[in-house]
Every structure is written in C-alpha cells, then in structure tokens.
C-alpha cells in the first residue's frame, strides 16, 4: 500500500459526459501529480500540484483540469469525453514537488471506459 | 528530461538470462534518472535510480548506467526470474525538474 488513494477504481461513461477522479496523496506528502496510461502511449504527464498551486503542465487536453485543495487531496476532471479517452489514470504524491529528491508514490489507479 | 525514448518496446528472454533496456534523454540538464517496475494490474513502484554524478549503481541483481555524454541511461537485469515479468519504465525530470517524464515502457516476459 503507498499510501496514496484514488477513487472511484473503475468508471464507465458515455461519450460527451463529465467525470471527475479524486485523489489523496501519502500523509506529509505536498505534491501531487496525475499521469495517464494508455496502452501504446506509456505513462504521460498530465499536470502536477504543489500546495494548492499548479507547477507544471504537461500532454494535458483543454477539456481536462485538475485542482488541489486546501487538505491537499485533488481532484481531475475530464469533460466532453471522447472515446480515446478510456485509459487508466494514475495519482502520484512526493514530499516536495521536485522529480529528483525521492520516490514518487502511486496511487492504484482510475480505469476510465468510454463507450 | 522532456522527451525520454524507451527500447526495446518488448523483450522476451529464458529464466536465468540476462535483460538490458535502455533509455535516451534530451535535456542535457536532467540529473536524476529512475526505474519504475508495474507488475500486471500493478502500480508502478520504484526500483532503482542513478543520478548523474555516478556512472553505475547495483542493488542485487538489477543495475542501472549512465553515460551523460550520450545522453542515455540503461537497466540490467541478470539472472532473470519469472517474477521480473513486467513493464519497466524509465524516466527523466522535466524541464523544470519538477516532475518526472516517463518512456513508453518495455514489457519484459521471463519464461522458464
């Protein structure tokens, strides 16, 4: 267990709808960051959060955005959904928001199915 | 960081053999180079990282190498057992050095 919490596990939507993937990051952790995996595209950057503030941007679509709350814990939302969207999206927390300082702790995922 | 190439995309050897993926960075900046494992259904977890002040670094039967002048960094893997069965990811920081970019990944696949 990582100690990062991600709900819901699994979703199914239609075309056009909205969702929204929460996310808790590891107790003490301030950065949180979400990726999405699909199956030929590997692990891909979406957007990452430091104390409430974003810090970067990366392969994020317009129709998605993210926030981090107060308490820490953030919450992605995906709007207009497409098809191409189905793909497992991962939460991820570190300590101090910098790549090269330590491990990143993954969350178990949110399988995202469009139909 | 920023754009990280991962091969092979698939790699398939016998227990016992030896495995090697490796990875090309663009950012000449980059000084921390990491390795994800995720096993099937998994989330990725950490297995070894190397940053760019040392050339080598081995933790059992898994070693990570860098050459920062080419710009690319390399797993191995020896004696491999089915449990390595995996996708491996390798990654580099961003531009910013914030967070960290992902390859594409190699699914290894150990057969006894």
């Known amino acids: 267990d990582s100690g990062v919490t991600q709900t819901p596990k699994h979703l199914i939507t239609a075309t056009g709808q909205r969702v929204t993937l929460r996310c808790s990051p590891r107790s003490g952790d301030l950065s949180v960051y979400w990726y999405q995996q699909s199956l030929d595209q590997g692990l891909q950057f979406l957007i990452q959060y430091y104390n409430g503030e974003e810090r970067a941007k990366g392969n994020i679509l317009e129709r998605f955005s993210a926030q981090q709350f107060p308490d820490l814990h953030s919450e992605l939302n995906l709007s207009s959904l497409e098809l191409g969207d189905s793909a497992l999206y991962f939460c991820a927390s570190s300590v101090d928001g910098m790549a090269n300082t330590g491990e990143l702790f993954f969350g178990e995922g949110s399988r995202l199915t469009v139909l | 960081g920023e754009n990280v190439e991962q091969h092979p995309s698939t790699l398939s050897v016998q227990e016992g053999d030896s495995a090697v993926i490796k990875c090309t960075y663009s950012d000449s900046a980059s000084n921390y180079f990491p390795w994800y494992k995720q096993e099937l259904g998994k989330r990725p977890q950490l297995i070894i990282d190397?940053?760019?002040?040392?050339g080598e670094k081995k933790d059992q039967r898994i070693a990570v190498t860098l050459n920062k002048t080419a710009k690319h960094f390399s797993l191995h893997i020896t004696e491999t057992q089915p449990e390595d069965s995996a996708v491996y990811f390798c990654?580099?920081?961003?531009?910013?050095?914030?967070?960290?970019?992902f390859g594409k990944g190699t699914t290894l696949s150990v057969s006894s």
């Open positions: 190397i940053r760019s002040n040392v």
């Open positions: 990654a580099a920081p961003n531009q910013a050095g914030t967070a960290l970019i």
